[in-house]
């Protein structure tokens, strides 16, 4: 009989959405890119339907993950800088990085 005991962690509940429209391989590409500095992310394919047309994409997502917690400014700034390197990664005019409190528009040097 095992008789470890699981523990657990705790932190501040904070999350980042970045919303990009694109290839999901190059999405996942500039990721995994991205996150070999220390950083875990997710990657969820969405569709994007508007009017006059469709894009395919994805969600990518960032926590403030109990094992290793930070505050909420260094996820803001890290959620930022990645969505930044996306839409230039990714060929895409914008972006959007939807934090709890406030929504922002990365726009390219395309646009």
């Known amino acids: 009989m095992n008789n470890q005991r699981q523990q657990s962690m705790i932190a501040d509940t904070f999350t980042a959405d970045i919303y990009i429209a694109g290839d999901l391989h190059d999405i996942k590409r500039c990721c995994r890119e991205f996150c070999s500095r220390g950083l875990c992310v997710s990657i969820t394919p969405t569709d994007f339907i508007y009017t006059g047309g ?4 994805a969600r990518v ?17 890290t959620a930022i800088e990645l969505a930044e390197k996306l839409v230039e990664h990714c060929c895409q005019l914008s972006c959007s990085v939807i934090f709890p409190d406030v929504t922002v528009t990365i726009i390219g040097e395309h646009s």
């Open 54 to 57: 469709s894009q395919t994409g």
């Open 61 to 77: 997502g960032l926590i403030n993950y109990p094992k290793y917690p930070t505050d909420d400014l260094t996820i803001k700034a």
